[in-house]
Protein backbone atom coordinates (compact mmCIF):
# COMPACT_ATOMS: atom_id res chain seq x y z
CA UNK A 1 0.00 0.00 0.00
CA UNK A 2 3.07 2.14 1.18
CA UNK A 3 4.24 1.62 -2.55
CA UNK A 4 1.20 2.34 -4.12
CA UNK A 5 1.06 5.84 -2.50
CA UNK A 6 4.66 6.61 -3.38
CA UNK A 7 4.27 5.67 -6.87
CA UNK A 8 1.09 7.72 -7.40
CA UNK A 9 3.41 10.64 -5.66
CA UNK A 10 5.88 10.06 -8.69
CA UNK A 11 3.50 10.00 -11.15
CA UNK A 12 1.63 13.32 -9.84
CA UNK A 13 4.67 14.94 -9.07
CA UNK A 14 6.25 14.00 -12.72
CA UNK A 15 3.29 15.36 -14.35
CA UNK A 16 3.19 18.76 -11.89
CA UNK A 17 6.81 18.99 -13.28
CA UNK A 18 5.90 19.03 -17.05
CA UNK A 19 4.15 22.17 -16.31
CA UNK A 20 7.29 23.84 -16.21
CA UNK A 21 7.91 22.62 -19.75
CA UNK A 22 4.81 24.39 -21.18
CA UNK A 23 5.55 27.45 -19.08
CA UNK A 24 9.20 27.71 -20.50
CA UNK A 25 7.08 27.38 -24.05
CA UNK A 26 5.72 30.35 -23.14
CA UNK A 27 8.87 32.20 -22.62
CA UNK A 28 10.38 30.72 -25.60
CA UNK A 29 7.41 32.21 -27.43
CA UNK A 30 7.70 35.85 -25.92
CA UNK A 31 11.52 35.72 -26.52
CA UNK A 32 11.08 34.84 -30.07
CA UNK A 33 7.87 37.47 -30.51
CA UNK A 34 9.24 40.18 -29.52
CA UNK A 35 12.16 39.33 -31.67
CA UNK A 36 10.01 39.33 -34.69
CA UNK A 37 8.13 42.85 -33.53
CA UNK A 38 11.36 44.38 -33.20
CA UNK A 39 12.96 43.01 -36.20
CA UNK A 40 10.16 44.32 -38.44
CA UNK A 41 10.23 47.73 -36.83
CA UNK A 42 14.25 48.01 -37.66
CA UNK A 43 15.00 45.22 -40.27
CA UNK A 44 18.80 46.60 -40.36
CA UNK A 45 19.37 45.96 -36.91
CA UNK A 46 17.97 42.20 -36.99
CA UNK A 47 20.77 40.80 -38.47
CA UNK A 48 23.60 41.72 -36.00
CA UNK A 49 20.95 40.50 -32.98
CA UNK A 50 20.37 36.71 -34.08
CA UNK A 51 23.04 35.68 -31.68
CA UNK A 52 21.58 37.83 -29.06
CA UNK A 53 18.14 35.93 -29.78
CA UNK A 54 19.61 32.48 -29.74
CA UNK A 55 21.14 33.16 -26.78
CA UNK A 56 17.49 34.32 -25.29
CA UNK A 57 16.13 31.28 -26.81
CA UNK A 58 18.54 29.20 -24.92
CA UNK A 59 18.02 30.72 -21.18
CA UNK A 60 14.28 30.07 -21.49
CA UNK A 61 14.73 26.67 -23.37
CA UNK A 62 17.04 25.89 -20.49
CA UNK A 63 14.51 26.15 -17.42
CA UNK A 64 11.90 24.41 -19.54
CA UNK A 65 14.65 21.77 -20.00
CA UNK A 66 15.13 21.15 -16.03
CA UNK A 67 11.63 20.57 -15.35
CA UNK A 68 11.64 18.19 -17.52
CA UNK A 69 14.76 16.71 -15.78
CA UNK A 70 12.74 16.66 -12.36
CA UNK A 71 9.94 14.80 -14.55
CA UNK A 72 12.61 12.12 -15.33
CA UNK A 73 14.54 11.97 -12.29
CA UNK A 74 11.09 11.47 -10.68
CA UNK A 75 9.92 8.48 -13.02
CA UNK A 76 13.32 6.39 -13.32
CA UNK A 77 15.65 7.46 -10.36
CA UNK A 78 13.83 7.84 -7.24
CA UNK B 1 16.81 1.00 -13.48
CA UNK B 2 15.44 1.38 -16.93
CA UNK B 3 14.71 -2.26 -16.92
CA UNK B 4 12.86 -2.31 -13.91
CA UNK B 5 10.52 -0.07 -15.47
CA UNK B 6 10.75 -1.49 -18.44
CA UNK B 7 8.93 -4.73 -16.35
CA UNK B 8 6.63 -2.84 -14.46
CA UNK B 9 5.28 -1.14 -17.59
CA UNK B 10 4.68 -4.22 -19.50
CA UNK B 11 3.51 -5.57 -16.36
CA UNK B 12 0.97 -2.95 -16.09
CA UNK B 13 -0.82 -2.95 -19.74
CA UNK B 14 0.71 -5.92 -21.82
CA UNK B 15 0.53 -4.57 -25.32
CA UNK B 16 1.62 -1.31 -24.31
CA UNK B 17 4.54 0.11 -25.24
CA UNK B 18 6.97 -2.73 -27.10
CA UNK B 19 10.41 -1.07 -25.90
CA UNK B 20 11.27 1.79 -23.60
CA UNK B 21 12.52 5.40 -25.36
CA UNK B 22 15.12 5.25 -22.86
CA UNK B 23 16.40 2.09 -24.15
CA UNK B 24 18.67 3.90 -26.61
CA UNK B 25 20.66 6.07 -23.86
CA UNK B 26 21.83 2.40 -22.46
CA UNK B 27 24.96 2.37 -22.21
CA UNK B 28 26.96 -1.20 -22.86
CA UNK B 29 29.97 -3.03 -24.72
CA UNK B 30 30.59 -2.89 -28.20
CA UNK B 31 32.43 -6.61 -27.31
CA UNK B 32 31.74 -9.30 -25.38
CA UNK B 33 28.24 -9.90 -23.28
CA UNK B 34 25.75 -7.42 -22.29
CA UNK B 35 26.39 -7.97 -18.71
CA UNK B 36 29.86 -7.27 -18.88
CA UNK B 37 31.34 -4.60 -16.31
CA UNK B 38 32.39 -1.55 -18.02
CA UNK B 39 35.50 -0.26 -16.99
CA UNK B 40 37.52 3.07 -17.77
CA UNK B 41 39.19 1.26 -21.07
CA UNK B 42 36.34 -0.68 -22.31
CA UNK B 43 35.51 -0.17 -25.83
CA UNK B 44 31.44 0.95 -25.23
CA UNK B 45 29.15 2.09 -27.90
CA UNK B 46 29.66 5.99 -26.13
CA UNK B 47 33.24 5.94 -26.87
CA UNK B 48 33.14 4.02 -30.13
CA UNK B 49 30.49 6.84 -31.45
CA UNK B 50 32.88 9.94 -29.70
CA UNK B 51 35.98 8.27 -31.64
CA UNK B 52 33.50 8.37 -34.68
CA UNK B 53 32.85 12.01 -34.60
CA UNK B 54 36.21 13.06 -33.95
CA UNK B 55 37.36 11.42 -37.31
CA UNK B 56 34.72 13.31 -38.68
CA UNK B 57 36.22 16.26 -37.54
CA UNK B 58 39.47 15.64 -38.56
CA UNK B 59 38.41 14.08 -41.69
CA UNK B 60 36.49 17.25 -42.50
CA UNK B 61 39.31 19.42 -41.89
CA UNK B 62 42.44 17.25 -43.02
CA UNK B 63 40.52 16.18 -46.68
CA UNK B 64 39.32 19.40 -46.94
CA UNK B 65 42.15 21.57 -46.14
CA UNK B 66 44.78 19.21 -48.77
CA UNK B 67 43.80 20.30 -51.94
CA UNK B 68 43.87 24.04 -51.04
CA UNK B 69 42.33 24.89 -54.27
CA UNK B 70 41.96 28.65 -55.11
CA UNK B 71 38.71 27.45 -56.68
CA UNK B 72 37.38 25.26 -53.43
CA UNK B 73 35.85 21.81 -53.91
CA UNK B 74 32.70 20.87 -52.20
CA UNK B 75 34.36 19.63 -49.19
CA UNK B 76 37.05 22.70 -48.80
CA UNK B 77 34.04 25.19 -49.04
CA UNK B 78 32.17 23.13 -45.92
CA UNK B 79 35.62 23.24 -43.61
CA UNK B 80 36.13 27.10 -44.92
CA UNK B 81 32.37 27.62 -44.05
CA UNK B 82 32.88 26.56 -40.46
CA UNK B 83 36.11 27.89 -40.19
CA UNK B 84 34.93 31.59 -40.89
CA UNK B 85 31.53 31.17 -38.85
CA UNK B 86 33.17 29.80 -35.74
CA UNK B 87 35.97 32.61 -35.91
CA UNK B 88 33.75 35.39 -36.66
CA UNK B 89 31.57 34.41 -33.75
CA UNK B 90 34.98 34.44 -31.06
CA UNK B 91 35.39 37.77 -33.00
CA UNK B 92 31.79 39.16 -32.59
CA UNK B 93 31.93 38.75 -28.91
CA UNK B 94 35.13 38.86 -27.21
CA UNK B 95 36.73 40.90 -29.69
CA UNK B 96 40.07 40.89 -31.02
CA UNK B 97 41.71 39.47 -27.76
CA UNK B 98 39.94 36.18 -27.58
CA UNK B 99 40.93 35.26 -30.93
CA UNK B 100 43.94 33.24 -29.44
CA UNK B 101 41.30 30.93 -28.19
CA UNK B 102 39.69 30.33 -30.88
CA UNK B 103 40.82 26.68 -31.57
CA UNK B 104 39.28 25.42 -28.23
CA UNK B 105 35.81 26.90 -29.47
CA UNK B 106 35.86 25.69 -32.92
CA UNK B 107 37.35 22.30 -30.96
CA UNK B 108 34.34 22.09 -28.75
CA UNK B 109 31.99 23.74 -31.58
CA UNK B 110 32.85 20.96 -33.96
CA UNK B 111 33.10 17.81 -31.68
CA UNK B 112 29.57 18.99 -30.43
CA UNK B 113 27.92 19.63 -33.86
CA UNK B 114 29.24 16.09 -35.24
CA UNK B 115 28.12 14.45 -32.03
CA UNK B 116 24.84 15.57 -32.16
CA UNK B 117 24.24 14.82 -35.78
CA UNK B 118 25.84 11.74 -35.97
CA UNK B 119 23.38 10.64 -33.35
CA UNK B 120 20.46 11.35 -35.22
CA UNK B 121 21.52 8.62 -37.89
CA UNK B 122 19.49 5.67 -37.47
CA UNK B 123 20.50 2.85 -35.14
CA UNK B 124 23.22 5.49 -33.88
CA UNK B 125 24.55 6.63 -29.76
CA UNK B 126 23.82 10.14 -29.37
CA UNK B 127 26.84 11.05 -26.96
CA UNK B 128 26.02 14.03 -26.10
CA UNK B 129 22.32 12.74 -24.95
CA UNK B 130 24.63 11.72 -21.67
CA UNK B 131 25.45 14.64 -18.68
CA UNK B 132 28.05 13.00 -17.99
CA UNK B 133 29.72 13.83 -21.57
CA UNK B 134 28.62 17.59 -21.41
CA UNK B 135 29.44 17.67 -18.07
CA UNK B 136 32.61 17.17 -18.64
CA UNK B 137 32.80 19.61 -21.75
CA UNK B 138 31.06 22.53 -19.65
CA UNK B 139 33.36 22.01 -16.58
CA UNK B 140 36.27 22.20 -18.61
CA UNK B 141 35.03 25.61 -20.30
CA UNK B 142 34.01 26.83 -16.27
CA UNK B 143 37.53 25.69 -14.71
CA UNK B 144 39.57 26.82 -17.98
CA UNK B 145 37.79 30.59 -18.15
CA UNK B 146 37.58 30.84 -14.24
CA UNK B 147 41.22 30.21 -14.59
CA UNK B 148 41.81 32.13 -17.16
CA UNK B 149 39.85 35.18 -15.46
CA UNK B 150 42.22 35.12 -12.42
CA UNK B 151 45.83 34.97 -14.39
CA UNK B 152 44.83 37.59 -16.74
CA UNK B 153 43.51 39.78 -14.41
CA UNK B 154 44.43 38.78 -10.58
CA UNK B 155 41.94 39.84 -7.84
CA UNK B 156 40.22 42.56 -10.55
CA UNK B 157 38.24 39.23 -12.04
CA UNK B 158 36.34 39.84 -8.75
CA UNK B 159 34.28 43.01 -9.79
CA UNK B 160 32.60 40.36 -12.18
CA UNK B 161 30.34 40.17 -8.81
CA UNK B 162 30.49 43.83 -8.18
CA UNK B 163 28.51 45.75 -9.97
CA UNK B 164 30.12 49.55 -10.23
CA UNK B 165 26.71 51.01 -11.38
CA UNK B 166 24.31 49.89 -9.16
CA UNK B 167 23.25 51.77 -5.72
CA UNK B 168 25.41 51.11 -3.32
CA UNK B 169 23.00 49.27 -1.15
CA UNK B 170 22.19 47.02 -3.51
CA UNK B 171 25.55 46.17 -4.73
CA UNK B 172 26.22 42.91 -1.39
CA UNK B 173 22.82 41.49 -2.48
CA UNK B 174 23.40 41.71 -6.28
CA UNK B 175 26.56 40.03 -5.98
CA UNK B 176 25.60 37.21 -4.19
CA UNK B 177 23.37 36.77 -6.55
CA UNK B 178 26.36 36.97 -9.32
CA UNK B 179 28.16 34.57 -7.47
CA UNK B 180 25.09 31.94 -7.62
CA UNK B 181 24.24 32.51 -10.76
CA UNK B 182 28.42 31.99 -11.74
CA UNK B 183 28.54 28.84 -10.66
CA UNK B 184 25.07 27.50 -11.41
CA UNK B 185 26.35 28.34 -15.25
CA UNK B 186 28.02 25.11 -16.12
CA UNK B 187 25.19 22.75 -14.54
CA UNK B 188 22.41 24.92 -16.91
CA UNK B 189 25.45 24.88 -19.54
CA UNK B 190 25.49 20.85 -19.73
CA UNK B 191 22.20 20.35 -18.98
CA UNK B 192 20.86 22.24 -21.69
CA UNK B 193 22.64 20.19 -24.35
CA UNK B 194 21.90 17.24 -22.77
CA UNK B 195 18.50 17.79 -22.28
CA UNK B 196 17.62 18.87 -26.02
CA UNK B 197 18.99 16.08 -27.17
CA UNK B 198 16.90 13.34 -24.48
CA UNK B 199 14.09 15.00 -25.35
CA UNK B 200 14.06 15.04 -29.04
CA UNK B 201 15.32 11.48 -28.88
CA UNK B 202 13.00 10.03 -26.31
CA UNK B 203 9.98 11.84 -28.40
CA UNK B 204 11.01 9.95 -31.58
CA UNK B 205 11.13 6.71 -30.01
CA UNK B 206 7.99 7.68 -27.99
CA UNK B 207 5.94 8.26 -31.04
CA UNK B 208 7.91 5.16 -32.78
CA UNK B 209 6.21 2.94 -30.22
CA UNK B 210 2.77 4.30 -31.88
CA UNK B 211 3.66 2.12 -34.68
CA UNK B 212 2.75 -0.74 -33.12
CA UNK B 213 -1.07 -0.07 -32.97
CA UNK B 214 -1.92 -0.37 -36.65
CA UNK B 215 -4.49 2.19 -36.72
CA UNK B 216 -2.08 4.91 -35.34
CA UNK B 217 1.00 4.15 -37.80
CA UNK B 218 0.14 6.49 -40.30
CA UNK B 219 0.01 9.17 -37.53
CA UNK B 220 3.59 7.79 -35.92
CA UNK B 221 5.55 8.31 -39.71
CA UNK B 222 4.05 11.60 -39.57
CA UNK B 223 5.17 12.52 -36.58
CA UNK B 224 8.67 11.19 -36.69
CA UNK B 225 8.88 12.88 -39.85
CA UNK B 226 8.08 16.28 -37.98
CA UNK B 227 10.15 15.66 -35.17
CA UNK B 228 13.40 14.42 -36.73
CA UNK B 229 13.30 17.56 -39.32
CA UNK B 230 13.07 19.04 -35.56
CA UNK B 231 15.71 17.64 -34.17
CA UNK B 232 17.78 18.73 -37.27
CA UNK B 233 17.68 21.92 -36.40
CA UNK B 234 17.87 21.58 -32.64
CA UNK B 235 21.33 19.72 -33.00
CA UNK B 236 22.96 22.44 -34.66
CA UNK B 237 21.26 25.21 -32.60
CA UNK B 238 22.26 23.43 -29.44
CA UNK B 239 26.12 22.83 -30.83
CA UNK B 240 25.65 26.52 -31.63
CA UNK B 241 24.04 27.77 -28.65
CA UNK B 242 26.72 26.19 -26.33
CA UNK B 243 29.66 27.53 -28.36
CA UNK B 244 28.50 30.98 -28.22
CA UNK B 245 28.08 30.35 -24.33
CA UNK B 246 31.38 29.58 -24.25
CA UNK B 247 32.11 32.77 -26.27
CA UNK B 248 30.43 34.92 -23.61
CA UNK B 249 31.80 33.41 -20.27
CA UNK B 250 35.20 33.86 -22.24
CA UNK B 251 34.31 37.73 -22.63
CA UNK B 252 33.43 38.19 -18.61
CA UNK B 253 37.19 36.08 -17.99
CA UNK B 254 38.58 38.77 -20.59
CA UNK B 255 37.00 41.94 -19.48
CA UNK B 256 35.28 41.49 -15.71
CA UNK B 257 34.52 44.93 -15.06
CA UNK B 258 32.20 45.01 -18.72
Given at each position: ??????????FIGAGLAAI??????????????????????????????????????????????????????????? | ??????????????????????????????????????????????????????????????????????????????????????????????????????????????????????????????????????????????????????????????????????????????????????????????????????????????????????????????????????????????????????????????????
Amino acid sequence: MEGDIALFGQFIGAGLAAIGSGLAAIGVGSVAANYLGGALRNPSAAASQTATLFIGLAFAEALGIFSFLVALLLMFAV
Amino acid sequence: MATETVALVEGEEPGGLVFHPFDQFEVKPLFGEIGDPVSWYTITNVTFWMALSVLCVIGLLVLGTRGRAVIPSRMQSAAELVYGFVYKMVEDVTGKEGLKYFPWIMTLFLFILFSNYLGLLPMAFTTTSHIAVTAVLALGVFLGVTILGFVKNGMAFLGLFWMKDAPLFLRPIIAIIEVISYFVRPVSHSIRLAGNLVAGHAMIKVFAGFAAIAALSPLSIVAITAIYGLEVLVAGIQAYVFTILTCIYLKDALHPSH
